[in-house]
């Protein structure tokens, strides 16, 4: 316990008997600065990795206006809202936070205790939104068709709208079974199987006039995805290989397999930061009310866990940059 | 413990707030504006930003870039502290952090033009 209760005075540079702090800098704070910016580099690898790969294959990248285009409870086509929602409610945890240092220097410990509870808050909500975001990417829109090399072609109406797999195909009944471990090899085993066969989607196709394929080609005079005529898009679904609906590591509907591997790691890897400094939000919020930091008459860990939060704030900026803007 | 009594002023001196929480709100309200005008320009993408080309991308995207710095810059400086640090322990954090990301960015965006251009060409379009 006595390590818990620290002096006044207390930092620790040990060493340092003039007790002349390097940039009048607490040891803590410097060290969560030095963390903070080795953790920066750590994500634009990511970030800058995700930028190569677009690059390389920039004539080709899904659009995250047509990817990301849902809000809860509410059908319909809306890019960009839910993650500016989820935007904003990161920023205003990062003000509680700061509202929570700022009462800390005035060793208010209501105040800091009220304002770091809103901020958790604010964390569980922007973690819940994340999760959300993931089970839409996850479950998928419209479906879509892979081809023998991976590319993805999708299904759109006269109008240029991309339309679902279910609004134009109907499933007949089928003894094909999911291969599991426990019907088929014991050591290996397949993914749950599409609702539609490619031979349903192709039937479906041909019985609807109007509809045309989509392919993954971006045209850089509109920045639109290229719409074949009706006879290349028969000719091109007539070689397709399976049904894809929604995300996984393997194959993805909106495009680029890499598109999805690099969202689900570069917002998980956020996610899972942002899920880590609730916790240690959660932790110093205790040791508020108990009143740890009202004995030692100094707020300072209150500061240093908002640093950590600010910067997971400051990672989303660039995330919702890099992912939904450019 | 290091504490001002009276907060640092804004944007280079234009704003000079009264105390501390009007500064927080102060920063607060121009974090918001500038991702409403993101939000705004993403969802409308004027054909004219959108479509044309400046410096190797659309001026839209120079605009996105620039308007996530100043963000970027407003969470460091006003909501981190960053303006309440020893000028060079800040410069030892933030010019590091800067130089090492440029410098693998430029390395790592040619690289994948690179790709681009030897690898794209023989991808097969028609079947």
Redesign the interface.
Known sequence: MEATVATKDHHSWADDKTQKKPFEASYGKMMMWFFIMSDALTFSGFIIAYGAIRFKFIETWPIADEVFTHIPFVHGSYPMYYVAFMTFVLIFSSVTMVLAVDAGHQLKKNKVAWYMFATIIGGAIFVGSQAWEWKTFIQGSYGAVQMHDGKIIQFVDGTGHQVTLESFTTSHETVREQHISKNGLWFTSEVSLPVFTMAEVVEGFKKNPNLSVRTEKIDFETKSKEILSREQSLNLLAEGKAVIKGANLEANEYGKTLFADFFFFITGFHGFHVFSGIIFNIIIFFNVIVGTYEKRKNYEMVEKVGLYWHFVDLVWVFVFTFFYLV | ???ESHPSSLLFGLVKPRN??SK??WV?GF??II?IV??FL??S?PASL??SSFLGTSPL?WI??IL?LV??YG??W????MDG??K??RRA?VW??IF??CY??LI??I???Y??DV??PY???D?
């Not at chain 2, 006003?78 to 502290?81: D, E, G, L, V, Y």
Request: charged share 15%; glycine share 4%; aromatic share 16%.
């Open positions: 413990m290091a504490h501390n929480v927080i709100w607060f974090l918001s991702t993101e939000v993403g969802i993408k959108h479509l995207n996105f870039l996530t963000k970027a969470i460091t006003a909501f981190m502290h640090e020893k060079w322990f954090i590091t952090t090492l990301i693998l960015t790592l965006l690289e994948g033009s790709f681009h690898m794209a991808v097969k379009w079947y």
